[in-house]
């Protein structure tokens, strides 16, 4: 279904590849990445990032499943 | 001879009722139609005590359409026995009841004092009494003591409290036009697609407080963790070693919290300030129901559902008030002394009970009150039958509380130096009970942990002994559990006392949450989805709460209990006709879910040992039985096998056994403890001692209904 969001059964949210709940954990992963840089220093990676999220329990599981769709996204690419 | 019949909610009750009012002799035990009742004499006459069974009368559509047919509008008050499967006992009481009546010139509703007691009463009194509630009278009590009864009777109210019972009748009415409405057009819409049946039901109470859970579960499921870093630090006073904490928190930045433990490591530091303060602590307020629960979760783990039925033993034994009370008042009128002079009969609770009695007795009470009850309280008076543990401990903690609530104010004292080492800051902290006050009375329930400094003065040095950094991420936010749910519906103002644990009972049923720490499931996500896409305002905590709100007015005689009803039916209509011409959307929004939840729910997560093929729960086609099986059978002709629990709602859960590591699973049954088992390790049990030749117990007694 084209309007469905790749990584659920949900619907795809409006001008979003994904759904609402997916879009959330996108918005929010985007939006922590400031705090670990600022962390970390500058030079700090995004794939450094993800694969330290992947490992803790605190991440929560649709943040893993959006780390997981973004990074076979890039492969694609 | 004049004769009076007196309605009581429960049997225990009855009996307590002509104990009480008797004035010649024991009561005696009679029965009608295999119903019991008692008979005393007193009053110049013959007085007839009678209990119901909870609930005698229902609301039920007016029409004979089928279960499945919605919209529904017309209800009507009917005998439950024609309403629910399996209320045959019903059926031969409200006959008993009748007959029982035609004796009878004086009538008099003796249930319990609230809402569901009152309505309790009057729908036994309009209908299985031929419309005695016309002419009745009202007994009301918060004990079931023979002191309180008498009094109650003495000072009986001339006539029914009809705004109680009819705030009562508005409530089921109107939860039943919301749930009988939403639950069967998500369930037919489901069925309509996905052709399996599957119950799913939502409410009134029941959307907002799984909205609560599927909300709290999107934030943890989308929670994106940072990093902090926290300083563990030991001081170094006169030898020994004392934990200080850094001025900050934590530290957000990793090069910074390294730079501190750079500066400050092994280095000195001067004591630049003392502080110290002595504060003082108030008795803990009376138990209100909520906070019994909470207390009752908090030290023992007992569900708030849990707590409720073993308070309401505990009240129909005489040996507490009644529990179902929003009051945190103790009035003078209960008696305080006579109640510490009965605590004082036991062992353990005659000091603190004596002491008491040497002084001044005046309650430390809440704000909350309860026009119907007080807080509650025990009655002092000592258990006539063995209590079981659970029972002695919920009675417990009522009876400690109590003897807090009459306790000082204690006092504590707090120490605080801060040192300065270079441009940082420390702090060293201690804390101790000056005067223990209530704490003492409350005994086990009232933890403290004491920290105490060595004497310190201004100017002193000390040594930063040890020094190290810890990474740390935030936290998700905590799930909910059953007793902090409770909590947030109350905050919420949705639902009432007498009905909350229940709403939280039917989530785990209907396989909307699972586990003690509350996981929304998937199926929980998609109903909460639809009916926020649907009909947004169901879902709404602020207008279920404005319903609240007038069936309120309606106890006080404010608002009427036909307008409430009117306005629910129109404000529901258009919602309800509108989600019938949306079955096939919403029908296939829930099939894929109701599926993959059938599947999840038989299927186990660990596969099987001898052939690696997927292992589920199966029943015996002969005999019925269920066990776990291997999905091979027909492959690999594997036969590999575990034995199930037969009674109570099996949940295969995700943890793992600590021992062998297979899968756990979990059995909840009616009216006893959740019970988490493994099914592999109980066979090893069993076949170890039938090596011993010692029987094992299955692990889930027998229980009221069966479900895979």
Redesign the interface.
């Known amino acids: 279904m084209v309007d469905q969001c790749p990584l659920c059964?949900?619907r795809k949210a409006e001008s979003s590849d994904l759904c609402e709940?997916h879009s959330?954990?996108l918005a929010?992963?985007e939006?922590?990445f400031a705090?670990?840089r600022?962390?970390?220093?500058g030079d700090y990676s995004k794939e450094l990032y993800f694969n330290e999220?992947e490992t803790?329990v605190?991440?929560?599981?649709?943040?893993k499943e959006v780390i997981n769709h973004l990074r076979k996204r890039e492969v694609h690419r | 001879m004049p004769t009076t019949l007196i309605i009581t909610e429960k049997p225990d009750a009855a009996l307590h009722v002509a104990e009480a009012l008797g004035t010649k002799g024991e009561p005696k035990k009679r029965g009608h139609g295999g119903v019991p009742f008692f008979e005393v004499q007193g009053d110049g006459g013959r007085i007839l005590v009678c209990s119901a069974l909870g609930h005698l009368y229902a609301v039920t559509a007016d029409s004979d359409e089928k279960r499945s047919q919605y919209p529904v509008w017309n209800f009507s008050w009917k005998p439950k026995y024609l309403v629910e499967r399996g209320q045959a006992r019903q059926e031969r009481w409200i006959r008993s009841i009748s007959e029982i009546a035609k004796e009878a010139d004086r009538f008099i509703n003796a249930c319990d004092f609230d809402i569901e007691g009152s309505l309790i009463g009057y729908t036994v009194l309009k209908y299985a009494c031929n419309g005695a509630d016309r002419k009745a009278q009202r007994m009301k009590f918060s004990t079931l003591t023979a002191k309180e009864l008498r009094d109650a009777y003495a000072r009986i109210l001339p006539e029914l409290d009809f705004s109680l019972a009819f705030a009562g009748m508005c409530r089921h009415e109107v939860d039943w036009l919301y749930g009988i409405n939403l639950s069967r057009a998500l369930t037919q819409s489901a069925l309509k697609v996905s052709k399996r049946y599957s119950t799913l039901s939502t409410g009134r109470v029941q959307g907002p407080t799984l909205r609560f859970v599927v909300e709290r579960e999107?934030e943890?499921?989308?929670?994106?963790?940072?990093?902090?870093w926290v300083l563990r630090t030991f001081v170094d006073v006169n030898g020994k070693l004392i934990e200080a904490d850094y001025e900050k928190e934590r530290v957000?930045?990793?090069?910074e919290s390294e730079q501190i433990v750079e500066d400050c490591a092994g280095k000195t530091g001067v004591i630049e300030e003392l502080e110290s303060r002595t504060y003082r602590v108030p008795p803990p307020t009376p138990f209100d129901l909520s906070t019994l629960q909470a207390e009752a979760y908090r030290h023992f783990g007992f569900a708030p559902h849990v707590a409720l039925g073993i308070a309401e033993r505990l009240y129909l034994d005489q040996l507490i008030s009644y529990p179902r009370t929003s009051s945190q008042k103790l009035p003078p009128s209960i008696g305080y002394q006579g109640i510490l002079r009965g605590l004082s009969q036991t062992p353990s609770y005659r000091p603190p009970a004596t002491a008491l009695l040497s002084g001044a007795i005046v309650p430390h009470e809440g704000d909350k009150e309860d026009p119907a009850h007080p807080a509650v309280y025990p009655t002092g008076a000592a258990p006539r039958r063995a209590l079981e543990t659970r029972e002695q401990k919920i009675l417990d903690l009522v009876v400690r509380r109590f003897l807090a609530n009459f306790g000082q104010t204690a006092t504590k004292h707090s120490d605080k130096a801060s040192i300065k080492v270079g441009k940082h800051l420390f702090y060293l902290r201690g804390s101790r009970i000056l005067a223990k006050g209530w704490i003492w009375l409350y005994g086990p329930y009232a933890k403290f942990e004491e920290v105490m400094l060595p004497p310190l003065k201004e100017g002193q040095q000390v040594a930063i002994a040890k020094i190290k950094l810890q990474g740390k991420?935030?936290?998700?936010p905590p799930r909910y559990n059953p007793s902090s749910l409770l909590k947030k519906m109350e905050d919420a103002e949705i639902g009432t006392k007498a009905t909350r644990a229940d709403i939280i009972e039917t989530l785990y049923k209907r396989g909307y949450v699972k586990e003690q720490r509350m996981i929304a499931t998937q199926l929980a996500?998609r109903v909460t989805?639809i009916l926020t896409k649907y009909c947004p305002k169901v879902m709404d905590v602020t207008f279920t709460r404005e319903l609240e709100t007038k069936m309120e007015q309606i106890e006080l005689g404010k608002q009427s209990r036909e307008r409430v009803v009117l306005e629910t039916v129109d404000y529901l209509k258009p919602i309800i006709e509108d989600l019938k011409t949306k079955e096939g959307e919403i029908g296939k929004e829930l099939t894929?879910?109701i599926s993959d939840m059938f599947r999840t729910s038989i299927t186990l997560l660990v596969p099987c040992p001898k052939c690696g093929q997927a292992l589920r729960v199966v029943r015996n086609p002969r005999t019925k039985k269920r066990f776990i099986g291997c999905s091979g059978k027909w492959k690999t002709n594997c036969v590999f096998s575990l034995p199930l629990p037969q009674f109570g709602t099996l949940t295969l859960l995700e943890r793992r056994c600590a021992e062998c590591g297979f899968q756990l699973i979990q059995v909840r049954s009616k009216g006893r403890r959740p019970l988490i088992s493994c099914p592999v390790c109980y066979v090893n049990k069993q076949r170890a001692a039938k090596a011993e030749d010692v029987v094992v117990r299955p692990p889930v007694t027998k229980s009221a209904h069966l479900q895979t």
Not at chain 1, 38 to 41: E, K, M, Q, S
Not at chain 1, 58 to 63: D, F, H, K, L, S
Not at chain 2, 252 to 255: A, D, E, F, Y
């Open positions: 059964e949900r709940f959330e954990a929010n992963l939006g922590a705090s670990w600022n962390a970390y220093g999220l803790l605190e991440t929560g599981q649709a943040v | 999107r943890i499921g989308t929670f994106v963790p940072t990093p902090y957000g930045v990793k090069s991420h935030t936290q998700p996500f989805e894929t879910i």
